[in-house]
């Protein structure tokens, strides 16, 4: 369940910015930049169904995530193809990721 609000909160991230990034770089419709706001404000909800405790933990394995969604979102959506360091950065987040999350703590 963590990676699945991870990705929504992900998606409504990312697609949120990118929304604004039209409206206010490439001269988009006002409504745009409004349904961006809309989405991040949305990503600010879903982060908070995660079942970890702390805030400063989940934002922090988040932003792993974060990091590889963004590669992704830049693959898929601006057609930049990542290389060798975009992948390997990404991998070093999940494992990053995986720590924070699953390491066993007292």
Known sequence: MAFILF???GLAEIGGGYLIWLWLR???SFY???LGGLALA???VIATFQNFPTFGR???AYGGVFIVLSILW???IDRKTPDL???LG???CIVGVMVILFAPRQ
Request: hydrophobic share 50%.
């Open 32 to 34: 745009l930049g409004i």
């Open 58 to 60: 989940v934002y922090a």
């Open 42 to 44: 949305l990503y600010g």
């Open 85 to 87: 360091y975009d992948w």
């Open 74 to 76: 830049g693959w898929g």
């Open 26 to 28: 490439e001269g988009k």
């Open 7 to 9: 990705l929504l909160a």
């Open 90 to 92: 990404g991998a070093i």
